[in-house]
């Protein structure tokens, strides 16, 4: 198993350009999630997922977007990328029985700076 | 709003003695706690679940409570090792898909 898995794990993009961050996990996890981190803030959550073709909002949406078309994949897409995007991304998933309780698995964590 | 918070200074101790890490939340009601380990430059991995009706828990070297009157989480490491060294993120969710994470508290063991 290699559980979830993120790419690319580095990226630098400019202004206004648009990119997908991309998410897979082999565990037929049901919930999956994004996150981001930034310095003095935590973990905050973008978008999550409960299972395929169902999506939802979290905290921080604006600027992003998600859909869920399989159980493996779960891709964020940045329309047009903004310097406040800059930031390190988490993918997480976890199965349906424990993701309201919260056993969350992570990815590695993409680095996005935008210039 | 919801707010966590977790010393934001880093905890250096000396190896052999227990860590002990607090988180304190205000303006929520959280069912479930958990603890969560975050290497540099890696994703957190999941550590401890503690329930709003559990007062403790362990596993192995490390022991969490919960004091839902206080409004806070204790997590003590004992018996503290140079490999523990990282930093520890504590999250709350009441039962729905949504998570509030704490900006973390930074560990150094020192040898």
């Known amino acids: 198993n290699a559980g979830v898995t993120q790419t690319p794990k580095f990226q630098v993009l400019k202004t206004g350009q648009s990119m997908t961050l991309q998410c897979a996990q082999d565990m037929n996890h049901e919930y999956m999630s994004w996150y981001r981190q930034d310095p003095g803030m935590g973990l905050r959550l973008i978008h999550y997922s409960v299972g395929a073709g169902i999506t939802d909002q979290g905290e921080v949406p604006n600027g992003y977007n998600v859909s869920r078309s399989t159980t493996e994949d779960f891709p964020l897409r940045l329309l047009s990328a903004a310097p406040s995007q800059t930031s390190v991304y988490f993918c997480a998933s976890s199965p349906a029985g424990l993701a309201r309780t919260g056993e969350l698995f992570f990815g590695e964590g993409s680095r996005l700076t935008v210039l | 709003s919801q707010k966590i918070e977790q010393n934001s200074e880093a905890l250096n101790i000396q190896e052999g003695k227990t860590a002990t890490l607090t988180c304190n939340y205000t303006?929520?009601?959280?069912?479930?706690l958990q603890w969560y380990r975050q290497d540099p430059g890696r994703g957190p991995v999941f550590l401890l679940l503690?329930?709003?009706?559990?007062k403790e828990k362990r596993k192995e070297r490390l022991k969490v409570t919960f004091d839902t009157t206080l409004k806070q989480s204790l997590f003590h490491i004992t018996a503290s090792q140079p490999a523990d060294s990282a930093t520890y993120l504590c999250a709350l969710t009441s039962g729905t898909y949504k998570y509030i994470f704490g900006t973390g508290t930074r560990l150094k063991v020192l040898a």
């Open positions: 503690i329930r709003e009706n559990e």
């Open positions: 303006n929520y009601s959280p069912a479930y």
